[in-house]
């Protein structure tokens, strides 16, 4: 079946490193979406990824999608204790389904 | 956000007990979603409604029952759960077309415990 994994599962960082996330889907992805949960809150979408080799930018993160479409990473610049959460990537799964992966979840030392 | 509102937030039941979850969106979506995430899982979808048709996975125990009786409402009854079941439940919704996969909107989530 389909598997969309993350990598790191925990990841903490001193405010003001990088941060970066990998996710990895066992099949090609027609598109892939990125997710941020706030401890205590509920998932919220941050972007979906089209086009091979597609690179968007939104203030400090970057998120890329792979050539091959299965795989994409999320990247945040100069973490601040704002960013802390848990970031999800997803790939469709079926019609009008995600699959989520399995998350990453950052803690941002002040 | 209030697009999608979920009651009760914090349920606390009984193995016997029998409740429902509730799940409103106001965002003119045809699509719902129920999805269980426990404290070391990643997000299980447990039910979708899309475009008028029900989707299920199907490792979900019987004792979770779904019911969406339109477009905006969309419930989960819950009937002699376990410990286990112990979660947040999240209900999300979307924009479902034919052959394309659209952004969820998710709800704040009922955190449940199961004694």
């Known amino acids: 079946g389909q598997q969309v994994m993350q990598i790191p599962q925990y990841q903490h960082v001193q405010e003001g490193e990088d941060f970066t996330t990998y996710c990895n889907s066992s099949t090609t992805l027609s598109n892939i979406q990125w997710y941020k949960q706030r401890p205590g809150g509920h998932p919220v979408f941050l972007i979906q990824?089209?086009?091979?080799?597609e690179v968007k930018k939104q203030k400090r993160l970057t998120f890329q999608f792979g050539e091959a479409k299965k795989n994409s990473s999320l990247h945040i610049t100069a973490t601040q204790t704002t960013d802390v959460g848990t970031y999800f990537c997803?790939?469709?799964?079926?019609?009008?389904?995600?699959?989520f992966g399995t998350g990453t979840r950052l803690t941002v030392i002040p | 956000e209030t697009g999608v509102t979920q009651t009760p937030r914090h349920l606390v039941m009984g193995m016997t007990n029998k409740k429902s979850l509730k799940c409103e969106q106001h965002?003119?979506?045809?699509?719902m979603y129920w999805y269980k995430q426990s404290a070391k899982k990643p997000l299980e979808l447990m039910f979708v409604?899309?475009?008028?048709?029900?989707?299920e996975n199907n490792s979900v125990p019987s004792r979770f029952s779904p019911e969406c009786p339109n477009s905006s409402h969309l419930f989960l009854h819950l009937h002699t759960l376990q410990p286990e079941d112990s979660a947040l439940y999240l209900c999300a919704s979307s924009q479902a077309w034919t052959g394309r996969t659209d952004t969820q909107y998710f709800g704040p989530g009922t955190r449940l415990t199961v004694l």
């Open positions: 965002l003119g979506h045809n699509a």
């Open positions: 409604y899309s475009l008028e048709e029900r989707v």
């Open positions: 990824l089209v086009k091979s080799g």
């Open positions: 997803a790939g469709p799964a079926g019609a009008n389904n995600l699959f």
